[in-house]
């Protein structure tokens, strides 16, 4: 008889960033990480009401299949957008069906590819980028989101809700994260003061559209039926259709 427990089977992941936008110091920044194969345990991750309930079940998911020493809340919402198709193939396997405008459809996942950025928009180890709003003129820079900053964004928009339940505050709440100077300015309210107040509503897509092409992430895109482009959804079914 032996004591030795059994060794899970793992996988290496490569990050649509190839680590790029990360410290050099930073684990993340190898462009890689590690990840075990689903079990029993993340099954009950995936049913907890609880994790449901309050929005977290897929983060908490991550955070058991990660095998690698990182800090998630570190993780740029692309990066853990690979991570989420990753460990669906190495819980369910590739193919993934469902539902869009009734029709439904199935896809391969292991086919989805990285999206190419410009890698000489990075400055290694810097997560901050530079932009000129196309109408005003005003130079700003912003930063891709991170898990953190999704976690303080989710809380922030639901304080506003609880006073205010007809607030609709996701936009300009992401973009007072997103964005980190106005004109070199980098104080919290000028930069608030300038989203509330300042920010042409052309200037607010154009920003969104230009981080959109630039942000490294993996290709959630499918196209339909008719021939348009649409994102293939990941929710709790994404993993688990019964649930």
Same mark, same amino acid.
């Given at each position: 008889?032996?004591?030795?427990?059994?060794?899970?089977?793992?996988?290496?992941? $490569?990050?649509?960033?190839?680590?790029?936008?990360?410290?050099?110091?930073?684990?993340?920044?190898?462009?890689?990480?590690?990840?075990?194969?689903?079990?029993?345990?993340?099954?009950?991750?995936?049913?907890?009401?609880?994790?449901?309930?309050?929005?977290?079940?897929?983060?908490?998911?991550?955070?058991?299949?990660?095998?690698?020493?990182?800090?998630?809340?570190?993780?740029?919402?692309?990066?853990?957008?690979?991570?989420?198709?990753?460990?669906?193939?190495?819980?369910?396997?590739?193919?993934?069906?469902?539902?869009?405008?009734?029709?439904?459809?199935?896809?391969?996942?292991?086919?989805?590819?990285?999206?190419?950025?410009? $890698?000489?928009?990075?400055?290694?180890?810097?997560? $901050?980028?530079?932009?000129?709003?196309?109408?005003?003129?005003?130079?700003?820079?912003?930063?891709?989101?991170?898990?953190?900053?999704?976690?303080?964004?989710? =809380?922030?928009?639901?304080?506003?809700?609880?006073?205010?339940?007809? =607030?609709?505050?996701?936009?300009?709440?992401?973009?007072?994260?997103?964005?980190?100077?106005?004109?070199?300015?980098?104080?919290?309210?000028?930069?608030?003061?300038?989203?509330?107040?300042?920010?042409?509503?052309?200037?607010?897509?154009?920003?969104?559209?230009?981080?959109?092409?630039?942000?490294?992430?993996?290709?959630?895109?499918?196209?339909?039926?008719?021939?348009?482009?649409? =994102?293939?959804?990941?929710?709790?079914?994404?993993?688990?259709?019964?649930?």
């Amino acid at each position: 008889m032996t004591d030795e427990k059994p060794s899970f089977p793992t996988e290496i992941v $490569e990050l649509p960033s190839k680590g790029l936008i990360y410290p050099k110091d930073n684990p993340l920044s190898s462009g890689k990480i590690e990840m075990k194969y689903m079990t029993a345990k993340e099954e009950d991750i995936l049913t907890n009401q609880s994790y449901i309930q309050d929005g977290t079940v897929l983060d908490k998911l991550l955070q058991s299949l990660i095998i690698s020493k990182i800090n998630y809340n570190d993780l740029i919402v692309g990066d853990k957008n690979a991570l989420l198709v990753a460990s669906r193939i190495l819980g369910y396997g590739s193919e993934y069906t469902f539902n869009y405008r009734g029709k439904e459809y199935t896809i391969d996942l292991s086919t989805l590819d990285n999206k190419s950025f410009d $890698e000489s928009l990075i400055t290694p180890g810097e997560n $901050e980028f530079n932009y000129t709003l196309p109408s005003s003129g005003t130079k700003l820079t912003f930063k891709i989101l991170t898990s953190a900053d999704d976690k303080k964004i989710d =809380a922030e928009i639901k304080g506003i809700k609880k006073v205010n339940k007809n =607030a609709s505050p996701e936009l300009t709440t992401r973009l007072k994260y997103l964005i980190t100077s106005v004109n070199g300015d980098r104080e919290t309210k000028t930069i608030r003061d300038f989203v509330d107040n300042y920010l042409l509503a052309r200037d607010s897509r154009a920003l969104r559209e230009y981080i959109k092409q630039i942000q490294p992430d993996i290709n959630l895109n499918f196209t339909d039926d008719s021939g348009e482009e649409v =994102a293939i959804p990941i929710n709790l079914s994404f993993f688990w259709p019964d649930t």
